[in-house]
T-cell receptor, first 115, second 115 residues
Framework: DTAVSQTPKYLVTQMGNDKSIKCEQNLGHDTMYWYKQDSKKFLKIMFSYNNKELIINETVPNRFSPKSPDKAHLNLHINSLELGDSAVYFC??????????????FGPGTRLLVL | AQKITQTQPGMFVQEKEAVTLDCTYDTSDQSYGLFWYKQPSSGEMIFLIYQGSYDEQNATEGRYSLNFQKARKSANLVISASQLGDSAMYFCAMRPTYNNNDMRFGAGTRLTVKP
C-alpha cells in the first residue's frame, strides 16, 4: 500500500541511451512532480503536472519529457542520456485543493547512473 | 523569486538533547507555506512539519516544532530529545499559497546524533 512508488529504484545505463522512469501514486492526488537531486543533495523541481497538464517546466533540457497517461501516473522519459544526468530522481504528488497546505509526498527515488 | 537558505551544512547533537536547524527564506509573497522534510541515508523524503504564513501558533508534530518568526523570515526546525534515528539530511522548503506547484528547497543540513 505504498503511497508514491517509482520504478526502477536503480538504473545504470550507457551514455546516449534512452530510458524511462515510472511513477504511480494511489493517494488520489491531482498534481504530480518530478525532482532531480544532484550529488550535492540539492533538490530542484523539473516538472509539475496538474490534471494531466504541464504546469511548471523549469529550464530542463528537452531530452527530458514527462508523460502522464492518467492522473495517478507521471512517467519521465529521457533521451540521449548524458553523464550529467546522473542523479536521484524523485516523483512526488499533492492535492491542489488541500489549501493552504498542499503537502507533497515523495516516492523512494530512482538512482540513475550514466556511464 | 523565492530563495531558501540553510546555513548549516552539518550539525552534531548529543542523543537526548535538543537541536535547532536554521532556515531563512526570501519571498515577496504575503501568503505561503513552509515545510520541513527529512531524508535518511536510505534516500526517501519524509514530510515532517508544515507552517502557514498566517498561522498564529508555531507548528508542532511530536518531537518536532517549528520556530516561525515571520518578521525575520525564519522557520527553524527544533528537534527535542534527539534520537540516533534522527541522523539524516533535513530540508526546508517553501511554497506560495497561490501556487501549490512551486515548491523550492534549501540546500539541506546534515544532522548527526551522537550516542
Amino acid at each position: 500500500d505504498t503511497a508514491v512508488s517509482q520504478t526502477p529504484k536503480y538504473l545504470v545505463t550507457q551514455m546516449g541511451n534512452d530510458k524511462s522512469i515510472k511513477c504511480e501514486q494511489n493517494l488520489g492526488h491531482d498534481t504530480m512532480y518530478w525532482y532531480k537531486q544532484d550529488s550535492k543533495k540539492f533538490l530542484k523541481i523539473m516538472f509539475s503536472y496538474n490534471n494531466k497538464e504541464l504546469i511548471i517546466n523549469e529550464t530542463v533540457p528537452n531530452r527530458f519529457s514527462p508523460k502522464s497517461p492518467d492522473k495517478a501516473h507521471l512517467n519521465l522519459h529521457i533521451n540521449s542520456l548524458e553523464l550529467g544526468d546522473s542523479a536521484v530522481y524523485f516523483c512526488a504528488s499533492s492535492q491542489s485543493w488541500d489549501r493552504p497546505k498542499g503537502t507533497q509526498y515523495f516516492g523512494p527515488g530512482t538512482r540513475l547512473l550514466v556511464l | 523569486a523565492q530563495k531558501i537558505t540553510q546555513t548549516q551544512p552539518g550539525m552534531f547533537v548529543q542523543e537526548k538533547e535538543a537541536v535547532t536547524l536554521d532556515c531563512t527564506y526570501d519571498t515577496s509573497d504575503q501568503s505561503y507555506g513552509l515545510f520541513w522534510y527529512k531524508q535518511p541515508s536510505s534516500g526517501e523524503m519524509i514530510f515532517l512539519i508544515y507552517q502557514g504564513s498566517y498561522d498564529e501558533q508555531n507548528a508542532t508534530e511530536g518531537r518536532y516544532s517549528l520556530n516561525f518568526q515571520k518578521a525575520r523570515k525564519s522557520a527553524n526546525l527544533v528537534i527535542s530529545a534527539s534520537q540516533l534515528g534522527d541522523s539524516a539530511m533535513y530540508f526546508c522548503a517553501m511554497r506560495p499559497t497561490y501556487n501549490n506547484n512551486d515548491m523550492r528547497f534549501g540546500a539541506g543540513t546534515r544532522l548527526t546524533v551522537k550516542p
